[in-house]
């Protein structure tokens, strides 16, 4: 693999792995023939996001086929997020200095070399060691699930604004003509003395607004946000793909030359167990799921316990 | 009175003595052609802020004898920072006499406050003062600090090693780092735009500890140029040249070379 970003691609570049380090350590590179993937599952694998870069994304992108022992179509490797961060450290002119940055996947198989070439004559080789591989194989179709919305990122950003840094879950209770967004579960009785917040919106404020079965989903607020930063960043909108409570959310950032999803697991409606669907279509995060979820309950007890000791 | 100065403005002091604050005390050492404050450590780091005599409104200095004492550095950059960032501040600092107290008078500007801080000084224990005019150089680089501070952040902040080699012929000027993560190589060709000025008559590889190159990353941070030399045992030796509305001061950064490598 041998690919090269020109330099006013930098800056996508760099957001994009800015938004990727939100979620998740681990980097996932991934040479498909007519694009390079890079991917990011948290920790818990509830969360996995990818940024799809069309090959006229890069001034010269070529993949190897001497590599036919390999019979697997794609080439990945991961490495630590931060080793690619300290490289792309959030900087203005910097990104400007920059002629190219090439990214290279050959000779050594435990390394990846990024070559940066900077106006002023220098060039900068970093060899950045990868890290044991694991396969995670994440199966969806976006088309197929039935409820879309649509609208600007920084709509999102704005209702974003009603909430506060340190609410983790988000609800959305969506009707044929509403969209409800709220910090809490209302079917849950957990008296949190925190605030709560909810926001109504009309079907009217969005650009496409596709519901075909209502639902009541919960999701995290974490991967969301970094999303809806990223969507903002190039004034793009979001399209949320959404089934139902428990299966997972997918929203879709896009433009000519690139394509980010962020595939979000949700809570299922009886909020213990995640649905079997779920589990098939999103195969890694069914165990994790309920792990997260007993700490939660237990963090939900413990708060309830306390409020009434006081 | 041992030595007496006046300053009407010393933030760009102050940012100074802040990035030089590695450890908590400093050597003071006024002379005739400025102040001079070291910082030491190990025997193999020493970071030396001048500040010249004439960035002082007034200055007075006893010449019959060599003055020398060690304050904590943290208190002194306290005290300076004692109004904020906002508003303008004069300081008059005097030390009367051996074993009394560096005497700092802080007057804000517009407000009529002025502050009276004593710090206790010490004498000072000998320590060995680097110089790389002791050693024979063949080489000498000066380049454009903003430049190299981009590409000098760009590593990684675990790097462990921090090797510098300088040769006649290509890749010339390298920096090579290693860490857990991997290693990077940076190479500034000395036709670059950010080099200045490019001596060198023979090859010279050596390496030093990261984490006290970390230290004068901050320093180059506010510096405007840099002067790099390497001694023939290895010594690293950097002049750095900081700028802020026509004042100008100087620190001077040495370290050793790592023992036993190569």
């Known amino acids: 693999m041998n690919c090269v970003i020109p330099s006013g691609n930098i800056r996508i570049i760099n957001k994009a792995l800015h938004t990727l380090a939100k979620v998740g350590d681990e980097l996932y590179i991934d040479a498909k023939q007519d694009y390079l993937q890079f991917a990011t599952i948290n920790q818990n694998k509830t969360s996995y996001v990818t940024f799809d870069f069309q090959s006229v994304f890069f001034s010269s992108y070529e993949i190897g086929n001497n590599r036919s022992v390999d019979t697997s179509d794609a080439l990945t490797c991961k490495l630590h997020i931060k080793a690619m961060l300290n490289i792309f450290k959030l900087k203005g002119p910097k990104e400007k200095n920059i002629d190219w940055c090439k990214i290279e996947f050959e000779n050594d198989p435990t390394r990846i070399l990024l070559k940066l070439k900077y106006k002023q004559d220098i060039i900068v080789n970093h060899s950045i060691r990868l890290i044991d591989m694991e396969y995670i194989s994440v199966a969806y179709d976006k088309d197929k699930m039935p409820n879309k919305i649509n609208t600007a990122g920084s709509f999102y950003g704005q209702i974003l604004t009603n909430f506060q840094l340190s609410d983790e879950d988000m609800s959305l209770e969506i009707k044929r003509n509403k969209v409800t967004i709220r910090n809490y579960d209302v079917a849950s009785d957990n008296v949190g003395n925190r605030i709560r917040s909810q926001v109504v919106l009309n079907s009217k404020e969005f650009t496409l607004y596709q519901i075909n079965q209502e639902c009541n989903i919960t999701m995290c607020f974490k991967p969301f946000r970094a999303a809806v930063a990223f969507a903002e960043a190039f004034t793009l909108p979001i399209l949320m793909n959404v089934d139902s409570g428990g299966k997972p959310v997918i929203m879709t950032i896009k433009n000519a030359i690139f394509e980010a999803n962020f595939i979000l697991s949700t809570l299922s409606p009886d909020g213990l167990t995640q649905s079997y669907a779920t589990s098939n279509m999103f195969s890694t995060a069914d165990k994790s799921k309920n792990t997260e979820l007993t700490k939660d309950d237990h963090t939900m007890i413990e708060n309830i316990n306390w409020d009434s000791d006081f | ?262």
């Open chain 2, 1 to 262: 009175m041992k030595f007496c100065a006046e300053l009407s403005d010393f933030k760009l002091i102050y940012n100074v003595l802040r990035s030089i604050t590695f450890r908590e005390y400093a050597i003071i050492h006024p002379t005739e052609e400025g102040l001079k404050v070291t910082v030491e450590e190990t025997k193999c780091v020493e970071t030396s802020a001048y500040i010249p005599a004439s960035l002082f409104t007034s200055y007075n200095v006893d010449t019959t004898e060599d003055i020398q004492f060690k304050v904590s550095l943290k208190l002194l950059t306290e005290c300076l920072h004692i109004y904020g960032d906002d508003g303008s501040s004069s300081l008059k600092l005097s030390y009367e006499t051996t074993g009394s107290p560096l005497c700092l008078v802080l007057k804000h500007n517009e407000e009529n406050i002025s502050i009276n801080c004593e710090i206790q000084t010490m004498n000072t224990d000998e320590f060995l003062e680097l110089n790389i005019s002791d050693e024979s150089t063949s080489n000498k680089i000066v380049l454009n600090a903003n430049a190299l501070s981009e590409v000098l952040n760009e590593l990684d902040p675990t790097s462990d090693d921090f090797q510098i080699s300088i040769s006649p012929d290509p890749p010339y000027f390298r920096i090579t780092t290693s860490s857990a993560m991997g290693e990077s190589t940076i190479d500034i060709s000395k036709n670059s735009e950010m080099v200045e000025l490019y001596e060198c008559s023979k090859k010279l590889v050596s390496t030093y500890a990261f984490s006290n190159i970390k230290q004068i990353l901050k320093v180059l941070n506010l510096a405007s140029k840099v002067s790099i030399t390497i001694g023939e045992t290895g010594l690293l030796a950097l002049q750095l040249v900081v700028n802020s509305n026509e004042m100008q001061m100087f620190v001077e950064y040495y370290v050793t070379a790592l023992f036993g490598l190569d």
